[in-house]
Structures are given as structure tokens and as C-alpha cells.
């Protein structure tokens, strides 16, 4: 099984609420990954977290907040976002962050900041 | 640091022809060299990769790259494409180094693939 799942597939959301999008994988890796992807633009980096430890942090605003319970569960808190940040929020994991592991991507998030 | 450039944004083919997706890579050290697919609405899904030894690399869906480490290039290729082969393909490089858990992608190119 080589599933990443992410949950919800769509939002919407104002500049004032707070959400959370989930993201799960049960294929023992140990490194998880959010990307932000905006339309017809290729996948950026926002965070990397290795052994539920977070080790990249793409200068990412703080608006932004990673969590990772345990080794099967990503989590990006969402507060007072901009429209700007309306994009397709990737997931994806790796066996354990080394060089050359392959990443596995979940079908992402589609958030819309009105 | 470590880049790459995909040289078109756009390749239209008919269906059954060839195809050849280019990417070029810059870097100053040993290098490991991807190819994803993203469908429409749909996250990516890896191709193929390159890490060392035969510098052909064959991958899912009959694709194949070859690594050419004095041109620095790392070409996608089929054969003979089908209309379930459109969608956008990016080319991504990681690095050794200090940003070695890092993926940098290419702008990506579209492959559309006609009747």
C-alpha cells in the first residue's frame, strides 16, 4: 500500500476561522512533507518533518502550523489566512528523509481563503 | 544549490507518437533526478528516478529518462504516447548537501496528447 490520504479534499474558509487539513500514511515511513501548490505552478516546499521531529521550515508565516502527533499523522492548523493562500496543499511522505527516497504524494487539499 | 529547467511548458503530440520531455539540471554535486506525473485534481505520482548506475532508467506507464551527466540532462521519453498520457510532468532534483531532504521542481510541462 503506497496511500497517502488527505482529508478534507476541499475547503473553504474565511480570513478569521481556523482549520486544520490532515494528512495520513500508513506505510511506516518517517518523513512527511507539506508542499503548497498554486495553479499551473510546480510544488513548493513548506515544511519537512523527520522522526515527528520538525527539520525544514521553508520560512513559512506563522499563520501556518505544523503538528505531527505520531509517525503516521501530519496535521498543517490553519488561522487568519490571506486570500493568497488559496492553493492546493500537497502531503507526502518518504521512507525516512535520506537522499534519493522516494516521495509518496496524497491528492492534496484545494483551499479557498475568501 | 540545486535547479532544474524544463525547457517547454507546453508539448502537444498525437496519440501513438513519440515523445520527449526535456529537463536540465545544475549542480555542483552528486545528484538524484525524478521525474512525477500530476493529473488533473490529483496529487503526483513518481515516474521514475535516477540515483547512479545505468544511466537509462525505465519507469511506470512506459516512460524512460536517460541521464546525461556532461550535458546535464535527464530527457523524459515515450515511444508511442496514448490520450491518457496528458497531463503535466515535472522534472525534480535532490541534492546532497545541506538541503539534502529537499525536492526542487522544474516549472513543469504540460503533455496533451490529441486524437
Known amino acids: 500500500d503506497t496511500e497517502v490520504t488527505q482529508t478534507p479534499k476541499h475547503l473553504v474558509m474565511g480570513m478569521t476561522n481556523k482549520k486544520s487539513l490532515k494528512c495520513e500514511q500508513h506505510?511506516?515511513?518517517?518523513?512527511m512533507y507539506w508542499y503548497k501548490q498554486k495553479a499551473k505552478k510546480p510544488p513548493e516546499l513548506m515544511f519537512v518533518?523527520?522522526?515527528?521531529?520538525?527539520?525544514i521550515n521553508e520560512s513559512v508565516p506563522s499563520r501556518f502550523s505544523p503538528e505531527c502527533p505520531n509517525s503516521s499523522l501530519l496535521n498543517l492548523h490553519l488561522h487568519a489566512l490571506q486570500p493568497e493562500d488559496s492553493a492546493l496543499y500537497l502531503c507526502?511522505?518518504?521512507?525516512?528523509?535520506?537522499?534519493?527516497?522516494?516521495?509518496?504524494f496524497g491528492p492534496g487539499t484545494r483551499l479557498t481563503v475568501l | 544549490a540545486q535547479s532544474v529547467t524544463q525547457l517547454d511548458s507546453q508539448v502537444p503530440v498525437f496519440e501513438e507518437a513519440p515523445v520527449e520531455l526535456r529537463c536540465n539540471y545544475s549542480?555542483?554535486?552528486?545528484?538524484?533526478l525524478f521525474w512525477y506525473v500530476q493529473y488533473p485534481n490529483q496529487g503526483l505520482q513518481l515516474l521514475l528516478k535516477?540515483?547512479?548506475?545505468?544511466?537509462l532508467v525505465k519507469g511506470i506507464n512506459g516512460f524512460e529518462a536517460e541521464f546525461n551527466k556532461s550535458q546535464t540532462s535527464f530527457h523524459l521519453r515515450k515511444p508511442s504516447v496514448h490520450i491518457s498520457d496528458t497531463a503535466e510532468y515535472f522534472c525534480?532534483?535532490?541534492?546532497?548537501?545541506?538541503?539534502?531532504?529537499?525536492?526542487?521542481f522544474g516549472k513543469g510541462t504540460l503533455l496533451t496528447v490529441n486524437p
Open positions: 525534480a532534483v535532490m541534492g546532497s548537501g545541506g538541503s539534502n531532504y529537499k525536492l526542487t
Open positions: 535516477y540515483l547512479s548506475g545505468s544511466t
Open positions: 507526502a511522505s518518504s521512507q525516512s528523509g535520506g537522499l534519493g527516497d522516494t516521495q509518496y
Open positions: 518533518y523527520s522522526y515527528e521531529k520538525l527539520s
Open positions: 549542480s555542483s554535486v552528486s545528484v538524484y
Open positions: 506505510m511506516g515511513h518517517r518523513a
